[in-house]
C-alpha cells in the first residue's frame, strides 16, 4: 500500500477537477471551470441562499466524503437538462427529481474522484449518496481529517467540492 502522504494537495485537486469537468460535460452538456481552492471564498454567498448537498463517501486504503454545495436553481436547472423537463415540471415533482439528478451528479463525481485514487494505488469503494435540501447548510471539518474544498463554476451557476480525506 502506497503511504497517505503521497496524496498531495495538487493531486487532490487535479483529480476533482477532472471529475468536476467531466460529470458536467457528459451530464450537463456545460464546461466547468476550476476557480479557485478557498474554503472561506468557496462559500461565500451560500449562507443567503437556498441550496443542495449532495454527499458520497468512500472507504478502502483511504477513507474520506466529498460534498458537492449547489445552489438551488442550480439544481433545478441540472434537473430540467438531465431529465429533459420543463422548470415547471421539475417544481412540480416537489423536489424529488432535483434531489435523484444531485444524487446522480455527485456518485458520477465522487466516482471519478474515487477511481483516481484507486489508479494511483488506493483502492476503495463508494458509500451511497445522502442529499440535504435547505438553508443556512454547512460542511464540518471531521476530526483528523485533510480538508480540501474547491470552487467551480458551471455555466452561470457556482458549485463547491468539499472534499475530506483520511487514511486508513
Same mark, same amino acid.
Given at each position: 500500500?502506497?503511504?497517505?502522504?503521497?496524496?498531495?494537495?495538487?493531486?487532490?485537486?487535479?483529480?476533482?477537477?477532472?471529475?468536476?469537468?467531466?460529470?458536467?460535460?457528459?451530464?450537463?452538456?456545460?464546461?466547468?471551470?476550476?476557480?479557485?481552492?478557498?474554503?472561506?471564498?468557496?462559500?461565500?454567498?451560500?449562507?443567503?441562499?437556498?441550496?443542495?448537498?449532495?454527499?458520497?463517501?468512500?472507504?478502502?486504503?483511504?477513507?474520506?466524503?466529498?460534498?458537492? &454545495?449547489?445552489?438551488?436553481?442550480?439544481?433545478?436547472?441540472?434537473?430540467?437538462?438531465?431529465?429533459?423537463?420543463?422548470?415547471?415540471?421539475?417544481?412540480?415533482?416537489?423536489?424529488?427529481?432535483?434531489?435523484?439528478?444531485?444524487?446522480?451528479?455527485?456518485?458520477?463525481?465522487?466516482?471519478?474522484?474515487?477511481?483516481?485514487?484507486?489508479?494511483?494505488?488506493?483502492? &476503495?469503494?463508494?458509500?451511497?449518496?445522502?442529499?440535504?435540501?435547505?438553508?443556512?447548510?454547512?460542511?464540518?471539518?471531521?476530526?483528523?481529517?485533510?480538508?480540501?474544498?474547491?470552487?467551480?463554476? &458551471?455555466?452561470?451557476?457556482?458549485?463547491?467540492?468539499?472534499?475530506?480525506?483520511?487514511?486508513?
Amino acid at each position: 500500500m502506497a503511504a497517505f502522504s503521497l496524496i498531495t494537495d495538487q493531486l487532490v485537486q487535479d483529480f476533482i477537477v477532472r471529475a468536476v469537468q467531466n460529470v458536467c460535460q457528459t451530464m450537463l452538456n456545460q464546461d466547468a471551470s476550476f476557480v479557485e481552492r478557498s474554503p472561506i471564498a468557496a462559500y461565500a454567498g451560500f449562507k443567503e441562499r437556498p441550496h443542495v448537498f449532495g454527499s458520497v463517501g468512500f472507504v478502502g486504503d483511504v477513507n474520506g466524503i466529498v460534498y458537492l &454545495c449547489i445552489p438551488d436553481d442550480f439544481a433545478d436547472d441540472a434537473a430540467s437538462r438531465v431529465l429533459g423537463m420543463s422548470a415547471s415540471e421539475i417544481e412540480m415533482s416537489g423536489g424529488e427529481y432535483t434531489k435523484d439528478v444531485v444524487g446522480e451528479i455527485t456518485n458520477m463525481t465522487v466516482g471519478g474522484f474515487k477511481n483516481a485514487l484507486c489508479d494511483f494505488g488506493f483502492p &476503495c469503494k463508494l458509500t451511497l449518496p445522502t442529499i440535504v435540501r435547505g438553508d443556512n447548510l454547512a460542511v464540518a471539518s471531521l476530526k483528523s481529517s485533510a480538508r480540501h474544498t474547491f470552487h467551480f463554476t &458551471c455555466g452561470a451557476h457556482r458549485l463547491v467540492a468539499d472534499i475530506q480525506l483520511r487514511p486508513e
